[in-house]
């Protein structure tokens, strides 16, 4: 089993469309940094512009704010909308792309189990996800931190701001990235069911992409009759679920508890929906596949 | 002989399609074993099926005396096999690519052994090369060399000499020929040319619409001393009836739309000839031939572009 991992991981280094993901997010990280480092407190006063009739900001505040932390928050709510695609250019490919090559029909003679080779393809796409989340990290929060620094995260809510002390930050960009891990490897999963049915990548990798942009846009609708008839059951309306490791519980005076989290509960909820998509997703997959007469 | 491969009544159905209609042969060991048939007679669908890509809908399939459903990982395991065309990963080198394939047929090759399986097929010297660069011949004999990296009993190739020009089709028939002279492997070998499988095979089947027409020894099936000859007539029709009413009717193999094919030994055609002369049955022209491809096409539904072209 480990053995055919490294092969699957080796096949997807070795191409070089994989490295186009790796270099989209380094150029979109890279180009907000520079905007910010330039330009930061426009931004910054775009940002606050909503609160100033209610709090008086001065401009050492502002330059505060402007840290590793809040521009790692600022990326993170940029790309993860994005990261789908990426995700789903190599899961989309890795069964349809071998049909393609016709390398698949070869695979499946060779003495591996069906379940076995689909488990495998599947785990290889998973740790291409965690590895381009990996590559987020270390550019996004690590190379934000190298840049601006680090102090107290503020983070903006529709009811005001919450400032996170500075060593209470890190724990929770670990809890979100793991969580972002989670919710792309369901678009993965997703990608990969299509992935059986075609003979050529494109076909999954837009199907995928029409149903992300689809389920997101009811997700986001303000529609009342969908709240809890459709929302609750789209796996995207629980994608965005890792911001709620950013919000935290606050005391009476309104100071906000180190180390809480405000609603965990729902999070775990967000969590475990996912996980069964991840399950419903792969298992069809691995259900069709068996089934599959190999005609290409 | 034992065989490696005892079929029985197979079948398989794409929903209203018949492509393999109750289909049983046995490929003896040691020997090349020719599987012929035109384009969609259903050899694909036969190999693809022995190889557990595709589930026969009936009928059953032992290899080396194992049920293949219940022991596919082992049979595989001893198995080789290209299937049309030897599509590999371009974007990696020919050793990659074999050491890939070496890997999932779960045997660990080391670096040397894989350099001389890619000598055997004369790749020796492009073997950091990427298989995008390769020409339609190398990949094939590529293709070849990954059916062979986890040295199989059996070999199984569909179609190998599909797309090679006369030099490539030399060069994979000397490696057949060696694989089963030297090495003592199994041989089944799909193909279309049949001068090809004339040229390896010790046993064949010749199959039609997914049916067995003949099945048995190369010697046996086709008697050298024997040729088919192809007469073309005003009437093909009236004369077929003629000839199957008369003394030649013994003669009488089959008729095509463009002409009535007859068997018989090299010393009875000047009489034979003389007698439909006599007959008065409008002869055209009198053809004879002398191969397999001859006794494939008397055997087998005529082709719709020769009846086409005859009408």
């Known amino acids: ?78 790309l993860l909308i994005q990261m789908p695609l990426l995700v789903a250019l190599i899961s989309g490919d890795s069964i349809a ?38 590559w987020m990290a270390i550019l996004a929060l690590f190379g934000s931190m190298l840049i601006f620094g680090t102090n107290d995260m503020v ?81 995207t309306s629980h994608m965005v ?56 | 002989m034992a065989s490696v491969i005892e079929v029985k009544g197979l079948n398989k159905e794409f929903r209203d399609i018949k492509a393999v209609s109750n289909l049983s042969f046995s490929v003896p ?70 050491r890939i394939f070496g890997t999932m047929s779960g045997v660990k090759i080391p670096e040397k052994k894989l350099r001389d ?6 790749l020796a010297d492009r073997a950091n090369s990427k298989v995008k660069t390769y020409s339609q011949g190398m990949k094939q004999r590529l293709g070849i060399a990954t059916a062979l990296v986890h040295d199989p009993e059996l070999i199984i190739l569909d179609e190998p000499t599909n797309g090679l020009d006369p030099q490539g089709i030399a060069d994979i028939r000397n490696l057949i020929l060696h694989l089963k002279k030297d090495l003592g492997k199994t041989l089944v070998v799909s193909s279309h040319l049949l001068s090809e499988v ?3 095979a010790d046993s064949m089947i010749i199959i039609d619409k997914g049916r067995k027409l003949v099945e048995g020894k190369v010697n046996d099936l086709f008697d050298p001393s024997e040729i088919v000859v192809e007469v073309k007539t005003i009437n093909n029709e009236t004369a077929y009836e003629k000839l199957k009413t008369s003394r030649l009717s013994q003669f009488v193999l089959s008729k095509r739309n463009d002409a009535v094919l007859l068997k018989l030994h090299r010393e009875q055609v000047p009489a ?14 009198f053809h004879s031939k002398h191969s397999l491809e001859d006794y494939f096409l008397s055997l087998t539904t005529a082709n719709p572009h020769v009846e086409a072209a005859a009408n």
């Open chain 2, 29 to 98: 060991a040691g020997q090349v074993y020719g599987f012929l048939g035109q384009n969609g007679a259903g050899k694909s669908t036969t190999i693809r099926m022995l190889l557990t890509l595709i589930k026969p809908t009936s009928g059953s399939i032992e290899i080396f005396g194992m049920d293949l459903q219940k022991h596919r990982k082992e049979i595989l395991r001893k198995t080789g096999a290209i299937i049309e065309r030897p599509d590999l990963y371009k974007y990696l080198t020919a050793l990659e690519n074999l």
């Open chain 2, 198 to 200: 004339e040229l390896i």
């Open chain 1, 97 to 134: 792309g071998e049909a393609n090559m016709g390398t698949l029909r070869l695979s499946l003679t060779k003495p591996i189990s069906r379940t076995q080779y689909m488990l495998v393809k599947f785990l290889a796409s998973v740790i291409y996800t965690v590895a381009l989340l990996v």
């Open chain 1, 1 to 78: 089993m480990w053995k055919l991992l490294q092969i699957e991981l080796f096949k997807i280094f070795k191409r070089p469309r994989t490295y186009i993901a790796f270099g989209a997010i380094a150029a979109v990280v890279f180009l907000i940094q520079i905007a910010l480092k330039f330009d930061g407190k426009s931004y910054i006063d775009l940002l606050l512009s909503n609160l100033k009739d209610s709090f008086d900001f001065n401009d050492d505040f502002k330059l505060d704010l402007l840290n590793g932390y809040l521009i790692c928050f600022v990326i993170l709510n940029t």
């Open chain 2, 272 to 285: 034979v000839m003389k007698e439909m002369v006599q007959m008065d049955i409008g002869i055209l022209s």
């Open chain 1, 241 to 296: 679920a890792w911001k709620g490791f950013f919000y935290v519980k606050a005391d009476a005076e309104g100071t906000t508890i180190n180390g809480s989290i405000e609603n965990l509960p729902a999070i775990m909820r967000s969590l475990s929906i996912l996980l069964i998509y991840i399950g419903l997703f792969f298992g069809s997959a691995v259900w069709v596949f068996r089934k599959k007469d190999i005609l290409t």
């Open chain 2, 117 to 122: 399986q890619l000598a055997m097929v004369g």
């Open chain 1, 155 to 235: 983070v903006l809510r529709s009811e005001g701001i919450e400032q996170i002390k500075s060593f209470d930050v890190m724990w929770r960009y670990f809890a979100a990235f793991g969580y972002a891990a989670v919710a792309l490897t369901t678009v993965s999963a997703l990608s990969f069911l299509l992935s059986v049915f075609a003979e050529n990548s494109i076909g999954p990798i837009i199907a995928t992409m029409s149903i992300v942009i689809v389920f997101t846009i009811l997700s986001e609708m303000n529609i009342p009759i969908y709240d809890q008839t459709v929302k609750p059951y789209l796996f």
